[in-house]
């Protein structure tokens, strides 16, 4: 019966954060992580911009699955002012040599405790990978999804990062929105 049960469900929203809004911070924490060439960077480096910062690691089938995806957002609407931040939780050298392998060109920061710390100062308890945070230009977090991401799910947020950026509506209107 609760198989039965379950199929009658509805299907979930199309673009339903699997993170609960209330934990969430209200604007990008400030911690730094090394790039690619062992520069500590901050989220507070691409000023200006709307960020999609992904949590990720080698080890994980669906932040693998998830990258080329992540690269076409960098494509398509990087222009218009997003930007994607790929934040490695992983053994450094691991991630050099994946990130070569699949010639990622959006930017990447990479650490291991330090890099879980920073996906916890979003306000996260308990992080899945990949989880992917979503800023506005002003660096107010407007949403995050936990799990891998679709392309569905990608141009419903980033629109509405677009009507925050925009002034037609306040991050939490938008997340709201997003959660259904």
Known sequence: AALYLYRQQPPAPVAAPAV???QLVATLPDFQLADRDG???SLQDWPGQALVVNFWATWCAPCRR?????????RDHGPEGFQVIGIAVDFRDKVLAYADEMKIEYPLLIGEQEALDAAAAFGVEAVGFPFTVFSDRQG??????????????ASLILDAVRQVDS???SPEAARASLEV
């Open 66 to 74: 998830e990258i080329p995806l992540l690269q076409q957002l960098q």
């Open 140 to 153: 107010r977090i407007v949403t995050a999804h936990m799990g891998e991401l679709t392309a569905a799910q």
């Open 167 to 169: 002034g037609s509506t």
């Open 20 to 22: 609960a809004a209330a």
């Open 39 to 41: 520069q500590m960077k």
